[in-house]
């Protein structure tokens, strides 16, 4: 008859540890927000996101709320764009724009009264900062799964 392999309590709690790790930092980096909010997402075209911090070509999303007809972006208080509705999009290279803490500021409008704002602060990065941070994450991440394997004999 061939017993089954059991793992040892220390297998099983490096193993939670891992998982608890990895589940922090998956969470730490999703921003959450309640639907129908004010809000400012920015996604990557091609570049570098770590939690506030942008490097490349972005795609912006806003909205405020559904009883505005015209909405104002602005990045430090210079006007990016408008749009005729209470939701738009913009694409922006942080290369464009001087590097350092920015605020994003979306303006609500109706019948041209201001009727709600909301404001967002990220930084631009440069690239080779953007080039550290993702070899630094990196590292700590392979680092991990080699103490996480290593523990547990698996390698």
């Known amino acids: ?10 297998q099983l709690k490096s193993t939670l540890i891992f998982l608890l790790v990895i589940g922090i930092v998956a969470i730490s980096l999703i921003s959450f927000q309640p639907r129908g909010s004010p809000s400012i997402q920015i996604s990557r075209r091609m570049g570098f996101i770590l939690g506030e911090k942008f490097q490349g070509k972005m795609t912006l999303t806003a909205q405020l709320g559904s009883d505005i007809d015209e909405l104002k972006l602005y990045f430090d208080n210079e006007l990016q764009s408008t749009a005729v509705a209470n939701s738009l999009s913009y694409e922006f290279d942080t290369n464009e724009f001087p590097l350092g803490d920015v605020s994003i500021t979306i303006k609500g409008f109706k019948n041209q ?16 900062q953007s080039i550290i941070y993702f070899i630094s994450i990196s590292t700590i991440i ?13 390698i």
Do not use: C, H, V
Not at 1 to 10: G, L, V, W
Not at 142 to 154: C, E, K, M, V
């Open 142 to 154: 392979i680092g991990l799964i080699a103490i996480f394997l290593t523990s547990n004999r698996l």
């Open 1 to 10: 008859m061939i017993k089954k392999q059991m793992y040892s309590p220390n």
């Open 113 to 128: 009264t201001l009727r709600d704002s909301y404001t967002r602060k990220i930084e631009f990065i440069p690239l080779q």
